[in-house]
């Protein structure tokens, strides 16, 4: 059964920079389109970036880009999302995500 699970997430301060990982199982990772979405307290969950099967091209939401980026590493079927210059409004939970499939989320806070 396909399953996502997030890790990484934790307390930072202003500026400061966290790495998400999303592992994977029960997929062969290039043949699917991964995404991250957020969603912070009392707002709807929002893309962040997606990162394409087909070409590894990447797309952002423009409150993160420059400052976020998407990997993967196909060998070890996970999907990475480096955040750098992070700002309080990033905080929020995040979520991996592919075809109907979720990951549990994990908590980013940044806050001084």
């Known amino acids: 059964q396909l399953q996502l699970v997030e890790s990484g997430g934790g307390l930072v301060q202003p500026g400061g920079s966290l790495r998400l990982s999303c592992t994977t199982s029960g997929l062969t990772l290039n043949d699917f389109t991964i995404g991250w979405f957020r969603q912070a307290p009392g707002k709807e969950r929002e893309g962040v970036a997606c990162?394409?099967?087909?070409?590894?091209?990447?797309i952002y939401a423009n409150s993160v880009k420059g400052r976020f980026t998407i990997s993967r590493d196909n060998a070890k079927n996970t999907v990475s999302l480096q955040m750098d210059s992070l700002k309080p409004e990033d905080t929020a939970v995040y979520y991996c995500h592919t075809e109907s499939f979720w990951g549990q989320g994990t908590q980013v806070t940044v806050s001084s």
């Open positions: 990162i394409s099967s087909r070409d590894g091209s990447a």
